[in-house]
């Protein structure tokens, strides 16, 4: 399922005309911690098995809807 952050949640990434302070709230997120070139081939299988992990990891919440 894809999440729609535009859409969703407008008073955090769309800009305004004037500036604003805004909360933001809580979010999850993965990260890969490293050292060394991005571009290297190693760091590049890494990346493409990090969306793999996440992106099943996301189709399970949706079917479960326990998305935000």
């Not at 005309?17 to 997120?29: D, G, T």
């Amino acid at each position: 399922m894809k999440y729609e952050w535009r859409k969703r949640e407008k008073n955090l990434y769309i800009p305004k005309q004037e500036p604003e302070l805004v909360s933001i709230p809580e979010q999850n997120f993965f990260l890969i911690k490293g050292k060394g070139n991005p571009n290297e081939q190693k760091i590049i299988i890494w990346k493409k098995r990090h969306y793999n992990i996440e992106k099943y990891i996301f189709q399970i919440l949706g079917k479960l809807n326990l998305q935000n």
